[in-house]
Every structure is written in structure tokens, then in C-alpha cells.
């Protein structure tokens, strides 16, 4: 009997329900992990998601958590824990996005992005490694846009994107001593609900695209299992992309 590469580990997403989190809590389950999950809302879609990894003889737990909620976010790392009785793979999933010329955006905005997309990878890694050994693995979910914005009123975001990958060099530093690999994922154009294929800008995005598609979430989860694989155990520090060639 083969033995999953995941079997024995278990891991956590950060806004698990959708898009591009939930292929990734399924992916990971496939790979023999047991998975957790954070939303924010949907709880519909989140217990269709444990439903179907249920379904396939996996594990799976659904725990409603804003990632802009320190005490939720810390709650929901504690709730892992305490029923599995360990967390070896942090995915710093949940982002959110706002678009606007510099002297259009506002403070809200402003907030909620540097709360989801900053704020909430801290927290949750700094509470994370305090529960995993040597093997444990977080990865980010980051952007190319920490390194190109082809379009007006990506600043901001792009932003906190770059503090991402910058905060997974230094984590990389941090960790490494302790057996623990930090990487930045950075996908291009995806195709979710958020960012459809067939969305309004669409088809001038396909044109920088260098296969001339949009993504599928199943693609970056692959990447994600790599990543948490032991075959990924001299993989740190790095920032990896999967964009279809747009930044080539």
C-alpha cells in the first residue's frame, strides 16, 4: 500500500471556501493530510467543501474566522490544535483585493487590505509556529503583482503583496534553524469567481499572458502540495511563480 505524501500531517488554510483556498483544502486532503479551513462567510459553500472531502474519506474541519480578527484567527489555530493535536502546514490563503487611483483610495480600503493581507499572515504564522516541529511548512499565497502592476490602481495592493514576499525572506531566516520552510506562491490571473475568465478585462489580460489562458485553482494547489511535500524540504525562502508566462 502506498503511503500518501501528507499522511499524518495536518494543515490549515486561511480562506478556505472558495476559489482558490478551496482547491487547495481539497488537494492537500487528496494528499493525505487532515485539512482546516477558515472563512469569513459562505458557510453554505464551507460545509459543501468539508461534505465532499468527507466524501472521499478525508478529514476536514470548516471554522468561521475573519483574518482581519486577531483574536479569531488565534482562536481558530488553537481549534486546529486542540482537535487534531497538531498543525504541521500553515497556507496564508484569505486576501482580499480593492482597486483605485492613489488619490481615489480610501482609508477603509486601505484598513481592510493591511488587516486581511498583512495583519492576518502575522498573526496567523506567529501563532501557527508556535505549534509546529521540524517539517513544518508555511507557505503564502502571494501575487505578481508584488512585482508588476500592468494596470492603474493596483498600488496598494500591490503593496501589501510585496510585504508578503518580503515577510517570507525573512521568515525563511527566522525558521530555518528550526526545520520550518517558508515560501510565496505568486499566481497570475486565475479563473474564480473573483477574477472570472470570462470577466470584463478578461480578454486584454489574456494578451499578456504568455499561453493565453487564465489559470485553474487546481494549478496552484498542485504547486501548494509540492510545497508541502517532503520532497519540497530544500525549497525556503523563495518566490515562486505560476502566471502562465505574463511576467516573462
Known amino acids: 500500500?502506498?503511503?500518501?505524501?501528507?499522511?499524518?500531517?495536518?494543515?490549515?488554510?486561511?480562506?478556505?471556501?472558495?476559489?482558490?483556498?478551496?482547491?487547495?483544502?481539497?488537494?492537500?486532503?487528496?494528499?493525505?493530510?487532515?485539512?482546516?479551513?477558515?472563512?469569513?462567510?459562505?458557510?453554505?459553500?464551507?460545509?459543501?467543501?468539508?461534505?465532499?472531502?468527507?466524501?472521499?474519506?478525508?478529514?476536514?474541519?470548516?471554522?468561521?474566522?475573519?483574518?482581519?480578527?486577531?483574536?479569531?484567527?488565534?482562536?481558530?489555530?488553537?481549534?486546529?490544535?486542540?482537535?487534531?493535536?497538531?498543525?504541521?502546514?500553515?497556507?496564508?490563503?484569505?486576501?482580499?483585493?480593492?482597486?483605485?487611483?492613489?488619490?481615489?483610495?480610501?482609508?477603509?480600503?486601505?484598513?481592510?487590505?493591511?488587516?486581511?493581507?498583512?495583519?492576518?499572515?502575522?498573526?496567523?504564522?506567529?501563532?501557527?509556529?508556535?505549534?509546529?516541529?521540524?517539517?513544518?511548512?508555511?507557505?503564502?499565497?502571494?501575487?505578481?503583482n508584488s512585482d508588476i502592476v500592468p494596470f492603474v490602481g493596483g498600488s496598494v495592493y500591490a503593496l501589501t503583496k510585496g510585504a508578503v514576499a518580503s515577510f517570507t525572506r525573512g521568515l525563511a531566516r527566522d525558521l530555518g534553524d528550526r526545520g520550518i520552510t517558508v515560501n510565496n506562491i505568486q499566481p497570475g490571473p486565475v479563473d474564480t469567481d473573483m477574477n472570472p475568465a470570462d470577466g470584463a478585462f478578461a480578454e486584454e489580460l489574456k494578451k499578456a499572458i504568455a499561453i493565453g489562458r487564465y489559470g485553474q485553482a487546481d494549478e496552484i494547489a498542485a504547486m501548494v502540495a509540492y510545497l508541502a511535500s517532503p520532497a519540497a524540504a530544500y525549497v525556503t525562502g523563495a518566490s515562486l511563480k505560476i502566471d502562465g508566462g505574463i511576467t516573462a
Open 1 to 144: 500500500m502506498t503511503t500518501l505524501p501528507l499522511a499524518d500531517k495536518v494543515a490549515l488554510v486561511t480562506g478556505g471556501s472558495r476559489g482558490i483556498g478551496a482547491a487547495i483544502a481539497r488537494r492537500l486532503a487528496q494528499e493525505g493530510a487532515a485539512v482546516a479551513f477558515t472563512y469569513a462567510r459562505s458557510p453554505q459553500k464551507a460545509d459543501e467543501l468539508v461534505q465532499a472531502i468527507q466524501a472521499t474519506g478525508g478529514q476536514a474541519l470548516a471554522i468561521q474566522a475573519d483574518s482581519a480578527d486577531a483574536t479569531a484567527v488565534r482562536s481558530a489555530i488553537a481549534t486546529v490544535v486542540s482537535t487534531f493535536g497538531r498543525l504541521d502546514i500553515l497556507v496564508n490563503n484569505a486576501g482580499v483585493a480593492a482597486l483605485a487611483p492613489i488619490d481615489q483610495f480610501s482609508m477603509e480600503d486601505f484598513e481592510r487590505l493591511l488587516a486581511v493581507n498583512v495583519r492576518g499572515v502575522f498573526i496567523a504564522t506567529q501563532e501557527a509556529v508556535r505549534h509546529m516541529g521540524a517539517g513544518g511548512r508555511i507557505i503564502m499565497i502571494g501575487s505578481i
